[in-house]
C-alpha cells in the first residue's frame, strides 16, 4: 500500500456547513447593511453555488438581476461588501454558531498522529478561512493546518491551481494525497490536478454528479460503522 502523505480539505461544506446557514447569512446581512433590496433564498443561493467564490456569486448575481453601482465603480464596490460579508462571517464563527462536521476533529487528529500533513484548499475567503481553522478546530489542530485560500491564484475551482500551488509549496506526491470534498466542482478541480478524492456530500450537494471520485459519503463520522479512519483513506491510494 502506497503510504498517505497528506489529506486536502475543502473548506465551506466539509469542515463547516457554512453555505446555507453561515455565508449565505452573512451575504444577507451585508446587503442589508448597505440599503440594498436584496436577500438570496436557500434555492437562489444554491443557483449561484455553482459559480466558484464570494464576489464572483455577487456578480453573477448582478449580471442576472440589475447593478446597484454605475460599471466604473463596480470593482471597489464588490470589494468593500465582501469584506463587509467576511467580518459577519467571522462574528458568525465566534459566536459558535457553526459548528464542525461529523468527523473532522477526529479524522485530522488521527492524521496528526500518523504525521499525515493537513492542508485546507479553499476558494473562499483567507481571512474566513483561517478564522474557521483557527476557532473551530482550535490552536492544537490549527498548528498543524497549512491554509491555502482566496485569492492565492488566479483561477479558482473547478481548475486545480489551488490544490497544485498547496501540492508544489508542501513538497507533495499527487499519487499519495487524498482530497476532501463535498461537490462537484471541486471534485472537479482534485480530479483535473491528478488527485484521489473523497466526497463528503454536504445540504447543497447531496444530488450532485460524484462518479469520479474514489468515495462517496454523507459524513467522515465518528463513531459506528460508517467511520472513515486515517487507515481507510490511506487504502484508497492502491
Not at 490544490?163 to 470534498?181: G, T
Request: some cysteine; proline content about 2%; overall charge negative.
Amino acid at each position: 500500500m502506497t503510504k498517505l502523505q497528506a489529506l486536502l480539505f475543502d473548506c465551506d461544506g466539509v469542515l463547516v456547513d457554512t453555505e446555507r446557514d453561515g455565508h449565505r447569512v452573512a451575504f444577507n446581512q451585508a446587503f442589508l447593511r448597505n440599503g440594498l433590496d436584496v436577500n438570496w433564498s436557500v434555492e437562489r443561493y444554491g443557483e449561484l453555488l455553482h459559480t466558484a467564490g464570494g464576489k464572483e456569486r455577487m456578480r453573477r448575481d448582478f449580471d442576472e438581476t440589475e447593478w446597484p453601482v454605475s460599471e466604473m465603480g463596480r470593482d471597489d464596490f464588490i470589494k468593500d461588501l465582501h469584506k463587509l460579508k467576511t467580518d459577519i462571517f467571522m462574528e458568525l464563527i465566534s459566536e459558535g454558531k457553526l459548528p464542525l462536521r461529523t468527523g473532522i476533529a477526529r479524522i485530522m487528529r488521527e492524521a496528526v498522529d500518523a504525521g499525515v500533513t493537513i492542508a485546507v484548499c479553499s476558494t473562499s475567503n483567507e481571512r474566513a478561512v483561517q478564522s474557521i481553522v483557527d476557532v473551530l478546530l482550535g490552536k492544537e489542530l490549527s498548528a498543524h493546518i497549512t491554509v491555502f485560500a482566496g485569492d492565492m491564484v488566479k483561477a479558482k475551482k473547478p481548475d486545480p491551481a489551488i490544490y497544485l500551488m498547496a501540492v508544489d509549496q508542501l513538497n507533495l506526491d499527487v499519487r499519495r494525497c487524498i482530497v476532501v470534498e463535498d461537490s462537484h466542482v471541486g471534485l472537479t478541480a482534485a480530479h483535473a490536478g491528478g488527485l484521489r478524492c473523497v466526497v463528503s456530500k454536504s445540504s447543497y450537494t447531496e444530488h450532485e454528479d460524484f462518479k469520479v471520485a474514489t468515495k462517496v459519503v454523507s459524513d467522515l463520522g465518528d463513531t459506528g460503522s460508517s467511520v472513515l479512519s486515517i487507515s481507510d483513506l490511506g487504502s484508497f491510494l492502491m
